[in-house]
């Protein structure tokens, strides 16, 4: 007998008033003081607001007083705070980054990526490729041999090269693969927020 299948739990965004599974949005919190508080795991205690990861969409909240509406209440919203988010949700990214590195659910550079793309690695791995994540500030010859070695797999841009080595523990990584597992879908989904939060160009699609 086959499990039924359990939709996502949904909440309503602030700012768009259109409803998305709840892992898709920003999670904010009021602490103590009534500052407002990004719960980028989603557990802090509180009640949640929610808005999408778009910075256009958080500075409306702010703006318009969204978030004082929601907790009908006075809400402080720290100064520059959409740039510390961005740079919680950068943080965030090169940390799993890390961990994905050490549980061997990554491989970067293009050699590398050669080998792991190859039809006959594919088909023997326990863990195949699943995402290809290139440096925003990439060079475009780079860029364009190692999406053609990465064949369908969908590709991502958040984190420069520097970023991502840093990530990694070197100076540099402008190419990266990740293997599918839990691990990799939680680098996908804080690449896309980090993206939709950055305030600098993204890397062509």
Do not use: W
């Not at 009640?47 to 990861?53: E, H, K």
């Amino acid at each position: 007998m086959s499990k039924k299948h359990t939709p996502p739990p949904t909440r309503k965004c602030l700012a768009s008033g259109e409803t998305f599974p709840k892992e898709e949005l920003v999670r904010f919190v009021l602490d103590p003081d009534r500052v407002l508080t990004p719960d980028l795991s989603q557990n802090l205690p509180g009640r949640g607001l929610y808005v999408r990861p778009d910075r256009a969409l958080i500075e409306q909240a702010i703006q318009k007083r969204l978030f004082a509406r929601a907790a009908k209440g006075v809400v402080h919203v720290p100064d520059a705070f959409s740039d510390r988010l961005e740079q919680l949700y950068k943080s965030s990214l090169m940390n799993l980054l890390g961990l994905a590195k050490k549980s061997g659910q990554l491989i970067s550079g293009l050699d590398k990526i050669k080998e792991c793309c190859s039809k006959n690695q594919v088909s023997t791995s326990k863990r195949p490729p699943a995402y290809l994540l290139e440096a925003r500030d990439g060079g475009e010859d780079g860029r364009k041999r190692a999406i053609k070695l990465a064949g369908t797999l969908p590709v991502l841009y958040a984190l420069t090269a520097s970023e991502q080595g840093q990530a990694l523990g070197r100076d540099n990584a402008v190419h990266i693969i990740l293997s599918e597992g839990n691990l990799s879908r939680r680098i996908v989904q804080m690449t896309k927020a980090l993206t939709g939060l950055s305030a600098s160009d993204k890397g062509d699609n």
